[in-house]
């Protein structure tokens, strides 16, 4: 990982083992996001397609790849907006079933509300 907050807990856990503790990093999903020349460049998961269904779309200038395994989602390539970027850790971490949903994990629109109806009746 590339990021400095979990370069930062790594940190915290190694200090923590050094001085006798016995603390385990938990595993993480990869991901970054960050803007090149006024691009966002966003990433999670598996980028690799070895082994794995892949969809591809390429639109006004921006491109979406995404990987599934068992219906399930486990990786991502998106250059453009996306509408809730921690929705598709959220989903890649609890092993959510999106094969309903392809179409907008697509197109960078999946959102909580979408994944979990119910939660429309606590936010709105």
């Given at each position: 990982?590339?990021?400095?907050?979990?370069?930062?807990?790594?940190?915290?856990?190694?200090?923590?083992?050094?001085?006798?503790?016995?603390?385990?990093?938990?595993?993480?999903?990869?991901?970054?996001?960050?803007?090149?020349?006024?691009?966002?460049?966003?990433?999670?998961?598996?980028?690799?397609?070895?082994?794995?269904?892949?969809?591809?779309?390429?639109?006004?200038?921006?491109?979406?790849?995404?990987?599934?395994?068992?219906?399930k989602?486990?990786?991502?390539?998106?250059?453009?907006?996306v509408?809730?970027?921690?929705?598709?850790?959220?989903?890649?971490?609890?092993?959510?079933?999106?094969?309903?949903?392809?179409?907008?994990?697509?197109?960078?629109?999946?959102?909580?509300?979408?994944?979990?109806?119910?939660?429309?009746?606590i936010?709105?």
């Amino acid at each position: 990982h590339a990021l400095w907050p979990v370069a930062v807990e790594q940190g915290k856990i190694a200090g923590a083992n050094m001085a006798g503790s016995e603390i385990e990093y938990p595993e993480e999903t990869s991901r970054n996001i960050l803007t090149i020349f006024g691009r966002i460049i966003f990433t999670g998961g598996i980028s690799t397609e070895d082994k794995f269904e892949v969809y591809k779309e390429h639109f006004a200038g921006e491109y979406r790849k995404i990987l599934i395994h068992n219906n399930k989602l486990v990786g991502f390539v998106f250059t453009g907006e996306v509408d809730s970027p921690g929705v598709y850790f959220f989903i890649m971490k609890n092993k959510i079933d999106v094969s309903e949903n392809i179409n907008l994990l697509l197109k960078g629109a999946l959102s909580y509300p979408i994944i979990y109806p119910s939660i429309r009746n606590i936010v709105f």
